[in-house]
């Protein structure tokens, strides 16, 4: 194998979910000896979740616990790992994800081989609960590589970013609840840096298996929508106006073997979660405030 990065250092954000920073640190301790850095950054948490975190700290000498409790937000905590992070490499990745032995090994590789800046993973959706939502959820899961061919970007929960792309157009914009990846990954795109996929790069993310979670999200991403147009209304278009739909709202694509029951109960969650994002983003519109108080992303 070629030589690789001397450097990486994967970043985790985490908000009131001691299980899932626990079972993400736990897979990624158990990678070899080329997983550099971890660092977890507690965004304010009012649980356990700190604690959780110590005790890999306390055993494990290559994790490291910083905090955000200043902005309330998952961009403003990763680019508090960013600020912390030593790796020529950074990794990004969610705090209830899990990966397999040699992840990184494989990313860094695939980054190397095709002399990549910025580089998404596969991202596989695991059913925690066989409910109903949850198979609806991991239907389409996440189709990375068509987001890096079509809006030039990667999820921020399987993502690898060299060290100087931060450098050169910012970091993450913290004034996002939403949809920060996108804006990011577009501004690394338009600075001409090569963007690209791992296919053998596997991260394991638990679907959302409650209305209530993935309607939660799906108002969140309907937030962050109208907040971008409000920032960068040049890319996204004036606010007031909200996208037209384009591909589905979280997993309906249909299987011949869907029973009648099923199909219908997809086109139902389908239309629910095109509703609640948009109830997200006129929700932002009117109710939503400029918040002065967060810099700008700059290089």
């Not at 158990?30 to 959780?52: F, P």
């Not at 996108?182 to 679907?207: M, N, S």
């Not at 239309?271 to 939503?288: D, K, P, Q, V």
């Given at each position: ?160 970013v060299r060290r100087e792309v931060f450098e050169d157009v910012g ?55 109208c907040q971008k147009q409000r920032y960068y209304p040049e890319r ?64």
């Open positions: 194998m070629d030589t690789l990065p001397e450097s990486v250092s994967t970043i985790i954000p985490v908000y009131n979910d001691p299980r899932g920073i626990s079972q993400t640190l736990g897979s990624l301790v158990k990678q070899d000896s080329s997983s550099g850095e971890l660092l977890a950054v507690d965004n304010d948490s009012t649980d356990e979740t700190r604690d959780a975190i110590l005790g890999y700290t306390q055993t494990q000498r290559n994790v490291h616990l910083f905090v955000e409790d200043e902005i309330q937000g998952s961009y403003a905590a990763r680019n508090k790992g960013i600020q912390h992070a030593e790796g020529d490499v950074l990794a990004f990745l969610d705090a209830d994800e899990t990966v397999d032995d040699g992840w990184l090994e494989t990313a860094l590789q695939a980054m190397q081989d095709q002399n990549a800046d910025y580089l998404g993973c596969n991202v596989e959706l695991t059913l925690p609960e066989n409910t109903l939502v949850g198979r609806y959820n991991a239907r389409t899961g996440f189709p990375v590589e068509q987001y890096l061919e079509t809006e030039h970007y990667a999820p921020t929960c399987a993502l690898l970091l993450f914009d913290a004034r996002l609840i939403s949809g920060g990846d996108r804006e990011f990954g577009e501004r690394v795109y338009e600075a001409g840096y090569k963007q690209g996929y791992a296919e053998d790069a596997t991260v394991y993310h638990p679907a959302r298996t409650t209305f209530e979670s993935l309607a939660k999200k799906n108002f969140r991403v309907g937030r962050g929508f996204y278009g004036k606010p007031g106006i909200p996208p037209t739909p384009s591909g589905p709202s979280g997993g309906d694509d249909e299987d011949e073997s869907d029973s009648l029951f099923t199909r219908l109960a997809f086109a139902f969650l389908s239309f629910a979660m095109l509703a609640c994002r948009g109830m997200g983003y006129y929700y932002e519109f009117f109710f939503g405030e400029e918040r002065d108080d967060i810099p700008a992303p700059t290089s």
